[in-house]
């Protein structure tokens, strides 16, 4: 049974930093996809970053502030985010699919995801 759990996340002022984590267990994909998508209350949710094999894909809103990474061993990634802003709040999601993930961004890509960690950014 594949689960992932996030680590990170809280509250921050504008401007400072967060770091997010995602591990994933029971994988069975010899190749995968990982991206971190984001929700604000009444929004829809959105794709943060993507990363497949070291190649790296974000969304125009958090290009040169966020960084995704990925680990060894189990699927991991990291999600670095700097420079925050207050539109950042949301609850911040991992997604997991296999490689064949084509629209990094869309939702319906994905088979797997986590159960959410809070991200606050506070004036």
């Known amino acids: 049974q594949v689960q992932l759990m996030e680590s990170g996340g809280g509250s921050v002022q504008t401007g400072g930093s967060l770091s997010l984590s995602c591990v994933v267990s029971g994988n069975t994909y010899r190749q995968w996809s990982m991206a971190w998508f984001r929700q604000a209350p009444g929004e829809e949710r959105e794709g943060v970053a993507f990363i497949r094999d070291g190649d790296t894909e974000y969304a125009d809103f958090v290009r040169g502030r966020f960084t995704i990474s990925q680990g060894s061993g189990e699927p991991t990634s990291h999600l670095q985010m700097n420079s925050l802003k207050p539109e950042a709040a949301a609850t911040y999601y991992c997604?997991?699919?296999?490689?064949?993930?084509?629209?990094?961004?869309?939702?319906?890509?994905?088979?797997?995801w986590g159960q959410g960690t809070q991200v606050t950014v506070t004036s």
């Open positions: 997604a997991f699919g296999d490689s064949g993930v084509e629209i990094w961004g869309d939702v319906s890509g994905y088979n797997y």
